[in-house]
T-cell receptor, first 115, second 112 residues
Framework: DTAVSQTPKYLVTQMGNDKSIKCEQN?????MYWYKQDSKKFLKIMFS???????INETVPNRFSPKSPDKAHLNLHINSLELGDSAVYFC??????????????FGPGTRLTVT | LAKTTQPISMDSYEGQEVNITCSHN???????ITWYQQFPSQGPRFIIQ???TKVTNEVASLFIPADRKSSTLSLPRVSLSDTAVYYC?????????????FGSGTRLQVQP
């Protein structure tokens, strides 16, 4: 009965590879997010989707491409991985009613290590 | 984007009240203030959210002065399990116009 799940939990890969991280929520939320937490623990939003539509796209390299096949899923694909991409990536979801988005529920995170 | 500033760390003892203050001098009219708690190797967890004055729930209280340039998260009678990093988040909940920015976080260590 996990609310927000991410796979994989750990991902170790080499520079230049392409990888994907999957996220699923069973809370019935219509807004999902991707965050990056670096080694200094700064948590920074990358993308947000509302009803499968991209609504936040922060200054993120084009190598990062989110895909939302439906409201319950938001996947993150990363091309040509670089050392600096090593971080923990969190998926989150929330309700979005009218003009207001509510508290976010976070997944357990995916620790990406690029060697 | 509204930038937030929090103390890097705080220490407390079990049973004490802990107040963590976050500064957000350039908060915008539409911005809400939200606090999250994060344990090691876990995603952040929502604690409380407010716009002005005082908000209280079963976990914490949030005090916001009239100018809204700061906010204080108050944890009553902390226990060892409250040891975590606490993030102050200021953002326009009308997503699509402003992004959501977490502060650097305050690492709270509760001692027995």
């Amino acid at each position: 009965d996990t609310a927000v799940s991410q796979t994989p939990k750990y991902l170790v890969t080499q520079m230049g590879n392409d990888k994907s991280i999957k996220c699923e929520q069973n809370l019935g939320h219509d807004t999902m997010y991707w965050y990056k937490q670096d080694s200094k623990k700064f948590l920074k939003i990358m993308f947000s989707y509302n009803n499968k539509e991209l609504i936040i796209n922060e200054t993120v390299p084009n190598r990062f491409s989110p895909k939302s096949p439906d409201k319950a899923h938001l996947n993150l694909h990363i091309n040509s991985l670089e050392l600096g991409d090593s971080a923990v990536y969190f998926c989150a979801s929330s309700r979005f009613m009218g003009q207001v988005s509510y508290e976010q529920y976070f997944g357990p995170g995916t620790r990406l290590t690029v060697t | 984007l509204a930038k937030t500033t929090q103390p890097i760390s705080m220490d407390s003892y079990e049973g004490q009240e802990v107040n963590i203050t976050c500064s957000h001098n350039n908060i915008a009219t539409n911005d809400y203030i939200t606090w999250y708690q994060q344990f090691p190797s876990q995603g952040p967890r929502f604690i409380i959210q407010g716009y002005k004055t005082k908000v209280t729930n079963e976990v914490a209280s949030l005090f916001i002065p009239a100018d809204r340039k700061s906010s204080t998260l108050s944890l009553p009678r902390v226990s060892l399990s409250d040891t975590a990093v606490y993030y102050c988040l200021v953002g326009d909940l009308n997503t699509g116009r402003r992004a959501l920015t977490f502060g650097s976080g305050t690492r709270l260590q509760v001692q027995p």
